[in-house]
């Protein structure tokens, strides 16, 4: 989409019909925000773009939060300030107004993602954040035996991380953040050890890929999934997963300083 929705969404997906559930499964990790903060390093002062519920936005920081969907802001708990009505290709802040930006699970649904990536470097004196995911890596996960055609959207969907880092220049790491077996921010891969959760069509329709395939493609998934649950044959080739600590799937970090 890159016109605005009804409810103001900007990117890919519009979350003024798939939004209203989201905070209840997507909770953020405290792991991943590890990952997140110390990619942010000493900054005090944060742009957070595609802030959503305000996910992975650190009390300790000073967060200004931009979020055009109203369904996602409205999902902001109290204590979060008010995020501003704006998109990632075109921020309202001045040059070097933030010491860093960040932007956690969004990059993929922008309208322009390099446009975006351009605008926080702007915006940012230090370094540029992107929580994302690899999608040279999406399909190596057990959900793609059962719903191939929804990680073949995240594959389309997600932008190059050669071409992400390209874009931001300066010095640039990519980093793999390890999956917690008991993540509290419910995207796809956080579900490798916890298969039944992909039953639960809420669970679902918290990560968007899901709202880009009909709903028989939905039904018939979950048709096949549940029957391998119930006759152990998921256990059988998948189960040791459920033991996995941490799973090694294809989100990353991405950080960006100036040259
Ligand atoms: C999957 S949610 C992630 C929200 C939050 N960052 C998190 O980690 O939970 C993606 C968010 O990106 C926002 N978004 C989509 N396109 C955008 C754009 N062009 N500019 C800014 N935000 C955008 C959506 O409205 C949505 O809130």
Redesign the pocket.
């Known amino acids: 989409m890159s016109e605005r929705g009804v409810d103001g969404?900007?990117?890919d997906?519009d979350?003024g019909t798939i939004?209203g559930g989201?905070a209840t499964y997507?909770q953020?990790d405290a792991r991943i925000e590890q990952a997140i903060t110390a990619a942010l390093g000493g900054a005090r002062t944060v742009v957070?773009?595609?802030?959503?519920?305000g996910?992975?936005e650190s009390a300790a920081l000073e967060v200004t939060a931009?979020?055009?969907?109203a369904s996602?802001r409205a999902q902001r708990p109290a204590h979060l300030s008010a995020a501003v009505d704006a998109?990632?290709?075109n921020l309202p802040f001045r040059d070097d107004a933030f010491d860093a930006a960040m932007?956690?699970?969004?990059v993929h649904?922008?309208?322009d993602f390099k446009a975006?990536l351009r605008e926080m470097r702007r915006v940012a004196r230090g370094p540029v954040v992107v929580l994302t995911c690899d999608p040279d890596l999406v399909r190596d996960f057990w959900l793609y035996e059962y719903a191939p055609e929804v990680l073949d959207t995240e594959a389309r969907r997600y932008p190059v991380i050669a071409e992400l880092a390209e874009v931001l220049g300066g010095r640039t790491t990519v980093t793999r953040v390890p999956i917690p077996v008991d993540c509290t921010?419910g995207f796809n891969e956080a579900y490798y050890a916890r298969p039944e959760m992909l039953l639960d069509p809420g669970a679902r329709q918290a990560c968007?890929a899901w709202s880009f395939v009909d709903e028989q493609s939905r039904e018939r998934f979950a048709a096949n999934l549940r029957g391998d649950l119930d006759s152990g044959a998921w256990d059988a080739r998948f189960g040791a997963l459920r033991q996995q600590p941490f799973y090694e799937g294809s989100l990353v970090v991405i950080r960006s300083v100036p040259a």
Request: negative net charge; charged residues 10%.
């Open positions: 969404s900007a990117g997906a979350y939004g989201y997507r953020p957070n773009v595609g802030a959503g519920a996910s992975y931009v979020e055009p969907s996602m998109v990632a290709e932007t956690t699970f969004s649904q922008w309208s975006g921010d968007s």
